[in-house]
Every structure is written in structure tokens, then in C-alpha cells.
């Protein structure tokens, strides 16, 4: 055996064992021939919330969280951010190169195809409340279109998978824009295929009585906050695509899965609740009382602090430069006052240095949908857009991962041992609901 190997001693029964390290990574089933006794089930490795176990291998999405570094499919984002369509780093994504003008443009053409929604989406949507949040709205369309394409089932078959990713690509945004507008009370506006996909999106969002006329800077903006959020490896959404996929259910599941996961406040969910941190905190002398109370761990700063990133999040660098784009054009939310004299305090404080907790991608991307004119609990919606092409991308890479089966962890039993059925009436009221 080589070097690269990983020497264990068992102190309970001084067996040695050498274990291959391949990638940094050691096996955990590796761990399992290690016993005390034959019919011992083998040493596990305990791991909540993975902190540092590698589920997959991936071609997909690079992190150095240390360095602050997001390359997809090994292109900087910065460059990505500022050279590409959100379309062209779709189709970068799951199809592993950038596209020249005629793979763009029949890419292009091929989703425009598709972003129609079946006339029954459409009663299906308008059968939510007026108040429905979109972002659950959304998550019932995805998975409701699994019922209007069943054959999305035979995930064995390519074509198919091919076909049921560019579908999907093609309606979140008629799906997205549909939930604003229920939300608002407004009639849904169909996919105009002269405009381009982020165009699209805009004009089915806010036009009224005839073709919106976007702000150019804005719209851009809005594609390049698509671009930034399209993928980041192994996070909960993914993991729950991945997750729920390997059950060999079809994507549509799979994907409704990975949206469900982005609702949370501590995922997709944190732009939303970085608008509420900053409407309760409301003025500049309520901040110190505000960190104070972080501080004590009675609060989360919304918007700092990240699983991966430990210097910076790139991500969070380009959005504040995008966030001065857009206050150019709509004026300055007031809120952006509060927003930078958090982030300068923070930045200062021994709490938040030593826990390396920095502003994250969403602690400005709020700021700047509300200056666009987007409703709070919709912007969690938005983020599902741009992250789609990264969940489809990951979906078909797990599929196609022949080291995969189904997603199942283990665990470590912390209940009674066995004991006897006691009936009904000689029970005592032991657990309180
Ligand atoms: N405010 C105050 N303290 C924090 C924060 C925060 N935002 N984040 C982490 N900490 C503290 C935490 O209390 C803990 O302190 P201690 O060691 O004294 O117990 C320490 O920092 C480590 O935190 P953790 O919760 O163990 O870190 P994690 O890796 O499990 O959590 C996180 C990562 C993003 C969930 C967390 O930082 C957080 O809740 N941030 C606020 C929500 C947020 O902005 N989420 C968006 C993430 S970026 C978008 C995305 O990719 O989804």
C-alpha cells in the first residue's frame, strides 16, 4: 500500500488496521471491518448535519470557503457574473462547457419552446389563497408537474431526462411569475417567446396592459443575481434533491424537494428574514442593542455567517456592487443605511471575527429585490429560479453516478431497550403532547 493510507489502532481490542485515503477521504464503510467482535455491525462515523462527510464527487461546483473562491464547472463567478446570460450558465451547468452562439442559441430556442404551462397549472394556482405565500405556491406546482408528465418516471432513459430538465427550466419562471401575480391579485401574463428568458420573467411579473418596458440595469442585475445563486455544491436544497432523487422518483419530486428545503430561514429563506431584521431594528440607534442581543445569542445577524465560507462569501462582493447598480437607478432603500453600519460593526466585533461570520449572498439581495419592486415573501422565489439549473445539473449527475444508491444514514439508537406491551388502562400518563 502507498502512503496515502490512514493507520488506526482499535485501543479496545489493539488491532491495527490501514485504511486507503483517496482525495483527502478516507471510506466511512472502510471503518465497518472494525470490530470488537465477529458479529459486531462495525465502527460508524458520527456526523449530524455533515459537517464533514462527502456524500458525492462532483464535476460541477468548486468552493474553497477558506479562500473565498466559486468556480462552476471551473469558471471564476466573478467572470461568469460578469460576462454571461443566466442561460449560458445554465447550459454550462448541466452540460459541462460553455456554449458557442449556435449551441446558445438552439439552447435558447429549445427552452423558449417549453415555457408554457398546461392551462390546469394555471387552475391549479388560482385555487390558492389570496394570501398563499408564493414561495409554497411555487413548491406545489413543481411537484404537481410530475402528474402532468408521468413519463418523467423513466429516469433510465436520457432523452427523457434531457427533455423533463429543459421543461422544468423552461416553466420556474411562468410558474414564479403566476404565484406574484395570484399573490397580487393581478391575471397571469403567458410566456412571450420574443423576449429573452430573464425578460420574460420581468414582463410576465409586472406588465400591465401590454409588453413591460424594463429597466435595462435593473433587468441585468436581476440576471446576474440569478447567475450568482445558479449553483453551490452540497448545500440542503441539493442534498435534498440528491437525497429524495435517489429514490429513482422523477425530478419534478426530486426538485419540489430541493424547494421545500430553500423555504427555511436559515437557507433561501434568510433575504426574507434580513428585510424583517431590518424593519424590527428599524433606526441606527437601535443597532447596539441589536448586536448586544446577538451577542447574548438571542438573536441570528440575519444575513452573516455561512457553512463553507470562513473568509468571505464571493458572492456577498458582487452583490453589494450590484446593489449600488440598482440604487443608481431607483434611489437608495432606506434601509441600506442600517444594512452598512451592521456590516461595519460587525465586521469589528471580536463575536463575529472570531466566529469568522461575514455578510453571505443574501444579506444584500434582499435590498436590492425590494428596490425592483418585489414583495418580500417573494424573494425566496427568486432564488429558486436562479438555483434551478444547479439542482438539475446536480439531479442528472447523481443519476448518472453509478457509486449512488439509495440515500439512507445511519444513526445511533438512543431509546429503551425492549420491554413489554402495557395495555391501555394499566398506562400512566407519563408524556405530555
Ligand atoms: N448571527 C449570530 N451568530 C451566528 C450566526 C449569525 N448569523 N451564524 C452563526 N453564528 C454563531 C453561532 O451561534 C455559533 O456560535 P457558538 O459557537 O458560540 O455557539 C457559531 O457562530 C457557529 O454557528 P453555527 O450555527 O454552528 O454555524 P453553521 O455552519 O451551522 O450555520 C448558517 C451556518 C448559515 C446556518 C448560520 O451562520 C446562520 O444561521 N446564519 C443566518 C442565516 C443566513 O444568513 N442564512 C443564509 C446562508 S447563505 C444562503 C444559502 O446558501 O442558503
Known amino acids: 500500500m502507498s502512503n496515502e493510507t490512514l493507520t488506526i489502532t482499535d485501543n479496545r481490542t489493539g488491532q491495527k488496521y490501514e485504511l486507503p485515503i483517496t482525495d ?13 467482535a465477529d458479529d459486531d455491525f462495525g465502527l460508524m462515523t458520527y456526523d449530524p448535519s455533515f459537517m464533514s462527510t462527502a456524500a458525492c464527487r462532483s464535476a460541477i ?35 459541462g462547457e460553455l456554449p458557442n452562439q449556435e449551441q446558445l442559441d438552439q439552447w435558447a430556442d429549445v427552452i423558449k419552446y417549453h415555457t408554457y404551462v398546461h392551462t390546469n397549472i394555471t ?70 417567446n420574443d423576449l429573452d428568458y430573464v425578460g420574460n420573467f420581468v414582463n410576465m411579473t409586472f406588465s400591465i396592459g401590454g409588453q413591460h418596458k424594463p429597466n435595462k440595469v435593473l433587468q441585468r442585475a436581476l440576471e446576474v443575481l440569478l447567475i450568482l445563486h445558479a449553483d453551490h455544491e452540497q448545500n440542503c436544497s441539493t442534498s435534498a434533491v440528491r437525497g429524495v432523487g435517489s429514490s429513482r422518483v422523477d425530478m419534478y419530486s426530486a426538485v419540489s424537494a430541493g424547494i421545500a428545503a430553500l423555504y427555511g430561514p436559515l437557507h433561501g429563506g434568510a433575504n426574507e428574514a434580513v428585510i424583517k431584521m431590518l424593519d424590527e431594528i428599524g433606526t441606527l440607534k437601535n443597532i447596539p442593542d441589536f448586536i448586544k442581543d446577538v451577542k447574548d445569542g438571542k438573536k441570528r445577524l440575519m444575513g452573516f455567517g455561512h457553512r463553507v465560507y470562513k473568509s468571505y462569501d464571493p458572492r456577498a462582493k458582487l452583490i453589494k456592487k ?32 472570531s466566529r469568522k461570520l461575514y455578510p453571505n449572498v443574501d444579506f ?53 431497550e425492549e420491554r413489554p406491551y402495557v395495555p391501555i388502562e394499566n398506562r400512566k400518563a407519563t408524556v405530555t403532547a
Open 24 to 36: 483527502n477521504t478516507i471510506r466511512a464503510n472502510d471503518l465497518r471491518q472494525i470490530k470488537v
Open 364 to 416: 444584500y439581495s434582499g435590498l436590492i429585490y425590494q428596490a425592483m419592486g418585489f414583495p418580500t415573501d417573494y424573494f425566496t422565489v427568486l432564488f429558486a429560479l436562479g438555483r434551478m439549473p444547479g439542482w438539475l445539473a446536480q439531479w442528472e449527475e447523481m443519476v448518472l453516478d453509478e457509486s449512488q444508491k439509495i440515500s439512507r444514514p445511519r444513526q445511533i439508537y438512543t431509546g429503551h
Open 322 to 353: 450590484v446593489a449600488y447598480e440598482v440604487f443608481d437607478q431607483t434611489g437608495l432603500n432606506p434601509k441600506l443605511e442600517i444594512a452598512l453600519e451592521l456590516e461595519r460593526i460587525a465586521l469589528e466585533e471580536d463575536y463575529f471575527i
Open 123 to 192: 387552475k391549479f394556482l388560482e385555487g390558492f389563497r389570496y394570501d398563499a405565500h408564493p414561495m409554497g405556491m411555487m413548491l406545489g406546482a413543481v411537484s404537481a408537474l410530475s402528474t402532468f408528465y408521468p413519463d418523467a418516471k423513466n429516469i433510465q432513459d436520457p432523452e427523457n431526462r434531457y427533455l423533463q430538465r429543459v421543461r422544468l427550466l423552461a416553466k420556474a419562471p411562468t410558474i414564479a411569475a403566476f404565484s406574484f401575480r395570484h399573490s397580487r391579485g393581478l391575471p397571469f401574463v403567458f410566456p412571450d
Open 61 to 95: 461546483t468548486f468552493i474553497d470557503g477558506d479562500r473565498g473562491i466559486l468556480r462552476y464547472r471551473g469558471y471564476p463567478i466573478e467572470q461568469l457574473a460578469e460576462k454571461s446570460s443566466f442561460l449560458e450558465v445554465a447550459y454550462l451547468l448541466n452540460k
